[in-house]
């Protein structure tokens, strides 16, 4: 199995190949534009590293620190990242014949996401043959938005995609 994370790369120091680059001390300032040789100069007698930041730019953009110290740094933004996203929506599923204290059970789960401001992805999952009978999954996913009206808003229609009918609520602003 694949390694799903992604790989960042950043050149550092001798790997960076521009004649020029924009350079940018530790503390976010600019300093100007330099030749690759001062830049590495600078470095050198600061007792930092080059990384190149912005590699498309024209010149490209490196920045003068600690290279641990920035694989560190972009460590935690992508974890920050991740966090935000993560909460975003929140998922509940169904069959097509679900029996009344469960239907009552997930509603009130829908509910209380959407009273805590998530979105809420209805998942109506048809097993075997009941794919077949497909309009209970309508009327199923029509009796949830008849009861959740005051809470959450339909983003749309429901899509059927594969053995799946799905549709998604946004919370409704008070």
Same mark, same amino acid.
């Given at each position: 199995?694949?390694?799903?994370?992604?790989?960042?790369?950043?050149?550092?120091?001798?790997?960076?190949?521009? =004649?020029?680059?924009?350079?940018? #001390?530790?503390? %976010?300032?600019?300093?100007?534009?330099?030749?690759? %040789? #001062?830049?590495?100069?600078?470095?050198?007698?600061?007792?930092?590293?080059?990384?190149?930041?912005? =590699?498309?730019?024209?010149?490209?953009?490196?920045?003068?620190?600690?290279?641990?110290?920035?694989?560190?740094?972009?460590?935690?933004?992508?974890?920050?990242?991740?966090?935000?996203?993560?909460?975003?929506?929140?998922?509940?599923?169904?069959? =097509?014949?679900?029996?009344?204290? #469960?239907?009552?059970?997930?509603?009130?789960?829908? /509910?209380?996401?959407?009273?805590?401001? !998530?979105?809420?992805?209805?998942?109506?999952?048809?097993?075997?043959?009941?794919?077949?009978?497909?309009?209970? %999954? !309508?009327?199923?996913?029509?009796?949830?938005?008849?009861? /959740?009206?005051?809470?959450?808003?339909?983003?749309?229609? =429901?899509?059927?995609?594969?053995?799946?009918? /799905?549709?998604?609520?946004?919370?409704?602003?008070?």
């Amino acid at each position: 199995m694949a390694n799903k994370t992604k790989q960042f790369f950043y050149r550092v120091n001798w790997q960076i190949r521009a =004649p020029q680059v924009r350079l940018i #001390d530790e503390k %976010g300032k600019q300093i100007g534009i330099f030749s690759i %040789g #001062d830049a590495r100069k600078k470095a050198e007698e600061k007792g930092l590293d080059l990384v190149e930041i912005a =590699p498309r730019a024209n010149p490209p953009v490196v920045k003068l620190i600690d290279y641990n110290k920035f694989k560190y740094q972009e460590a935690k933004k992508r974890q920050e990242e991740k966090k935000k996203q993560k909460g975003k929506l929140k998922e509940v599923r169904f069959t =097509p014949f679900i029996g009344e204290a #469960d239907f009552d059970f997930r509603l009130k789960k829908i /509910i209380k996401f959407l009273k805590k401001n !998530y979105q809420v992805k209805i998942v109506i999952r048809f097993l075997g043959r009941q794919i077949t009978k497909k309009d209970f %999954g !309508y009327q199923l996913i029509e009796k949830i938005a008849a009861q /959740i009206a005051e809470w959450g808003k339909a983003e749309g229609k =429901p899509k059927l995609v594969g053995k799946r009918l /799905i549709v998604i609520f946004n919370p409704v602003k008070k």
